[in-house]
């Protein structure tokens, strides 16, 4: 399909049937990922962090992938590291919904706070290999070897950590502790319940495939910035699914998963810039990129300490009302859009 050829009307329908997909798609794959962390004993932070933070950020994956493979360097770095913003706001949002107490308290989960912590450091490596001197293997950064590097010796020792843990958050009345619930009634396999969240997350890649066409054209055709287009429509779009597993876990009582879905997705999607810059070949992908990406970046890393200090803190507030981490959150994303924008 020849996407430069379709009329205006065309790629929004496109884009707007694409992001309807993800967003059905995440709806439903939440349900399916609290299943599997009480059928396989790892907990809602740890399943929430990894399988379901790698399947919602699918879409994302082949957005940054496809736009790279087509030279399109802002695009592609933006999209990642725009959509990590994007999903630390959407966790400020879920907290508005929980009335009890502020999110952050009520979820307090050692495995969040490795992940917090990892994710800084993660986002850091881009910044290095920004201002680093240019050099590749095979077209290919160090930074992004190294960014793979410590991605899984952190999926390792996240694994140690809730397994053997040095610590412990003080528990109140307002914890929520992550209970497996087999209880209820769910006569369907493990086999099937994988073949569900799997099917779901082969669904949302292709509607990712979709949108990185159609930003494309869109960028092309009308002389946008790649780096506006990156962080605030094809990041936001394919960050659908963390806006709607992390509110649906919130109203369920996952929050452990809600928490660690996004913490956990935005450490995954570190690894768009390492498949992004294997699939640029024209050299490192972080040469490439301008100082309005690096915004966005910026952007990234300070939310998540924002949001790892407020998971320190645990800060408790009055009903109704969200922590400083959230409003602080919150400010932080609002000003990168006034930035980028004005």
């Known amino acids: ?11 929004v329908l496109t884009f707007a049937l694409s992001g309807t997909v993800i967003l059905g798609c995440g709806v439903r794959i939440t349900g399916v990922a609290d299943r599997i962390a009480d059928r396989t004993g790892l907990g809602e932070a740890l399943i929430g962090g990894l399988l379901l933070g790698a399947a919602t950020s699918l879409s994302g994956t082949v957005v940054s992938i496809t736009t790279a493979l087509e030279g399109r360097a802002s695009l592609s770095f933006s999209n990642a590291v725009g959509g990590i913003a994007a999903q630390t706001a959407f966790l400020a949002l879920a907290d508005t919904i929980y009335r009890r107490v502020n999110l952050e308290h009520a979820a307090a989960d050692l495995s969040n706070l490795f992940q917090g912590a990892l994710l800084i450091l993660l986002l850091s490596l881009p910044l290095i290999g920004y201002i680093a001197p240019d050099v590749t293997v095979w077209s290919v950064s160090p930074i992004s070897i190294a960014l793979f590097g410590v991605y899984i010796a952190g999926v390792v020792a996240s694994k140690k950590v809730k397994d053997d843990p040095m610590w412990r958050p003080v528990g109140t009345r307002e914890t929520r502790t992550d209970i497996p619930d ?8 493990n086999l099937q319940i994988f073949s569900v969240f799997f099917l779901l997350m082969l669904l949302m890649g292709m509607a ?3 949108i990185s066409q159609v930003a494309g054209v869109v960028t092309d055709r009308y002389g946008l910035s790649a780096s506006i287009v990156g962080a605030l429509m094809t990041a936001v779009v394919t960050s659908l699914p963390e806006l709607v597993t992390t509110l649906a876990a919130v109203r369920r009582g996952a929050l452990q998963l809600a928490v660690g879905g996004i913490i956990g997705g935005n450490t995954f999607d570190t690894l768009f810039l390492t498949l992004s ?5 024209e050299g490192s992908l972080y040469s490439a990129i301008t100082k309005d990406d690096l915004l966005w970046l910026a952007i990234g890393l300070s939310v998540t300490a924002v949001l790892l ?3 320190i803190v645990r800060q408790k507030s009055g009903p109704g009302s969200i922590g400083f981490e959230s409003a602080g959150i919150l400010f932080l994303y609002g000003g990168g859009i006034m930035l980028a924008a004005f």
């Open 1 to 11: 399909m020849n996407f430069e050829n379709l009329s205006l009307v065309w790629l």
């Open 182 to 189: 087999e209880d209820q009634k769910d006569a369907r396999g």
């Open 208 to 210: 990712g495939y979709l």
């Open 277 to 281: 810059d294997v699939a640029y070949r």
């Open 309 to 311: 200090l407020g998971l």
